[in-house]
C-alpha cells in the first residue's frame, strides 16, 4: 500500500512558478513511478508528467515541455512537479498517482492523492 499526499498548490499569477510535492508512505514508495495528473474545470483528468522510480526516465505532454519539470527523492519519499511560466490554462486540480511503471495511462495507477488546486490569474 502507497499513500499519497500532495502539497504546494495555491494562486500565482501568470508567468509565475510553484512547486508541488509528492509525499509517499511506506518504503515501497521508492520502487514506484510516479505521474503527475491535472483536472480542470469541465474537463477530463489529462497525464502532465511522469518519472520513473529511479528517476532516470521521465515523460511530459506537450503542453508542459519546456515549462515543467518532475524529479523525485526517494530518500525523501517525494516527488515533485516544478511548474514555471505558468498560464490560465494550467489552472486545475493536480494529482500525484503512483503506478508500477511510466506510462500516461491513468489505469496503470493504482495509488492516488487528494489533489492540490493550482490556480492561475491573468
Known amino acids: 500500500q502507497v499513500q499519497l499526499v500532495e502539497s504546494g498548490g495555491g494562486l500565482v499569477q501568470a508567468g509565475g512558478s510553484l512547486r508541488l510535492s509528492c509525499a509517499g508512505s511506506g518504503r515501497t514508495f521508492r520502487s514506484f513511478a510516479v505521474g503527475w495528473f491535472r483536472q480542470a474545470p469541465g474537463k477530463e483528468r489529462e497525464f502532465v508528467a511522469g518519472?520513473?522510480?529511479?528517476?532516470?526516465?521521465?515523460s511530459y505532454t506537450d503542453s508542459v515541455k519546456g515549462r515543467f519539470t518532475i524529479s523525485r527523492d526517494n530518500a525523501k519519499n517525494t516527488a515533485y512537479l516544478q511548474m514555471n511560466s505558468l498560464n490560465a490554462e494550467d489552472t486545475a486540480v493536480y494529482f500525484c498517482?503512483?503506478?508500477?511503471?511510466?506510462?500516461?495511462?491513468?489505469?496503470?495507477?493504482?495509488?492516488w492523492g487528494q489533489g492540490t488546486q493550482v490556480t492561475v490569474s491573468s
Open positions: 518519472i520513473n522510480w529511479s528517476g532516470g526516465s521521465t
Open positions: 498517482a503512483a503506478a508500477q511503471y511510466l506510462t500516461v495511462f491513468q489505469t496503470s495507477y493504482a495509488y
